[in-house]
């Protein structure tokens, strides 16, 4: 008997919103506003690889934490897809089903590396 694997490739659509950068910029400026927006990116992107170190770890008890905070960060960004996947993953670790987590963990990172991609030339990218 041969088992058959088949590969999946998921596919999200990312949903930005340009108008929270937007306001950023004309309020501020372009050169102060491009220092806060890539100091927040680089934000973002270090507290993604501090949960995936507590994840790999297996320490989810503070993950709920950061993931609230991630969320709220890439909200004021204007990253949609990317903060309505940390609230799913809140979700997920505060019911306990961790089968759950592990999916929206893996998407949580796809859409990650999307979000923030330092050249993204559009909106609503698919992944």
Same mark, same amino acid.
């Given at each position: 008997?041969?088992?058959?694997?088949?590969?999946?490739? !998921?596919?999200?659509? %990312?949903?930005?919103?340009?108008? !929270?950068?937007?306001?950023?910029?004309?309020?501020?400026?372009?050169? #102060?506003?491009?220092? %806060?927006?890539?100091? =927040?990116?680089?934000?973002?992107?270090?507290? %993604?690889?501090?949960?995936?170190? &507590?994840?790999?770890?297996?320490?989810?008890?503070?993950? %709920? $934490?950061? &993931?609230? $905070?991630?969320?709220?960060?890439?909200?004021? &960004? @204007?990253?949609?897809?990317? @903060? #309505?996947? #940390?609230?799913? #993953?809140?979700?997920?670790?505060?019911?306990?089903?961790?089968? =759950?987590?592990? =999916?929206?963990? =893996?998407?949580?990172?796809?859409?990650?590396?999307?979000?923030?991609?330092?050249?993204? @030339?559009?909106?609503?990218?698919?992944?």
């Amino acid at each position: 008997m041969s088992a058959n694997v088949m590969e999946l490739r !998921p596919k999200d659509r %990312v949903q930005q919103d340009a108008e !929270p950068i937007a306001l950023i910029y004309r309020s501020m400026g372009t050169h #102060a506003a491009e220092e %806060v927006v890539n100091r =927040a990116l680089s934000e973002l992107a270090l507290t %993604v690889s501090g949960l995936s170190k &507590l994840a790999r770890c297996g320490e989810l008890a503070d993950m %709920v $934490r950061q &993931l609230r $905070r991630l969320e709220r960060m890439a909200v004021q &960004l @204007g990253l949609v897809s990317f @903060g #309505a996947v #940390a609230l799913d #993953a809140q979700d997920c670790l505060q019911r306990d089903d961790m089968t =759950a987590f592990s =999916a929206v963990w =893996a998407r949580l990172i796809r859409v990650a590396e999307v979000s923030l991609a330092t050249e993204k @030339g559009t909106l609503d990218l698919q992944i």
